[in-house]
């Protein structure tokens, strides 16, 4: 039994952002709907998990509509918090929390993942940056032992492009002795100044809790809080 293509789906959301986001990663010849379009009220998401969650959502809709439904959930885990906020994420901050989130893009420098998958990542970080005119700041996280690669430099022009404030977090201080410390220090010195958007930077090891409670205040002051 042969595959078949699917030519129409149906992506669960309400967010023009998003909905292009996922059209830009499919191909040319799937047509692809809202969910907005249909003007149906989304179902109880009563699921313990963000698959269960998704599950109901998909399901619901695609009855609904007899198309093939894309649906998703997500939230924030907090180690320390034991996974919460997690599916209550939304809900977090009251029925209209006015407060700003921190969003967590995939870094894949160093990834494990085929060529393929790396310049999918890139194509749907590219289109967030973008997009998201709620935008504020980024936080860059640059390892210490090997600062300014061929991928950072990319980045960084991509933000000063967009006129997006940098603060770079330098990783892996805990690896480097006094002197390689002092060396890597340097050259961010020197190459920053080619990038007006890095508005401040931090030596940080998270074994070692080095620069841990300036990152924390950094992300206060960025969060408002």
């Not at 805990?174 to 401040?200: H, R, Y």
Request: glycine share 4%; net charge positive; charged share 30%.
């Amino acid at each position: 039994m042969q595959n078949k293509k699917i030519k129409r789906l149906l992506i669960w959301t309400n967010n023009k952002g998003k909905l292009d986001e996922i059209r830009g990663l499919l191909p040319d010849y799937v047509k692809t709907l809202s969910t907005s379009r249909f003007k149906l009220k989304s179902p109880r998401e009563n699921g313990k998990t963000f698959r269960q969650n998704s599950l109901i959502k998909s399901k619901y809709f695609s009855k609904k509509t007899n198309l093939i439904c894309l649906a998703d959930d997500s939230g924030l885990e907090i180690d320390l918090l034991n996974k919460k906020p997690g599916i209550y994420s939304a809900r977090w901050g009251g029925k209209n929390p006015n407060f700003k989130k921190i969003i967590d893009l995939p870094g894949f420098g160093y990834a494990k993942a085929s060529k393929a998958d790396q310049n999918s990542w890139a194509k749907l970080i590219l289109s967030y940056l973008k997009k998201r005119n709620a935008l504020t700041d980024l936080i860059l996280i640059m390892d210490m032992r090997h600062p300014f690669q061929t991928k950072d430099f990319e980045f960084l022009q991509l933000c000063e492009s967009l006129e997006l404030p940098i603060h770079l977090v330098l990783t892996k201080a805990d690896k480097l002795n006094n002197k390689e410390t002092q060396q890597a220090l340097k050259l961010v010195a020197q190459k920053s100044p080619e990038f007006p958007n890095i508005m401040s930077s931090i030596v940080f090891s998270a074994p070692k809790k080095i620069g841990l409670d300036s990152l924390t205040e950094k992300i206060k002051q960025l969060l408002e809080i």
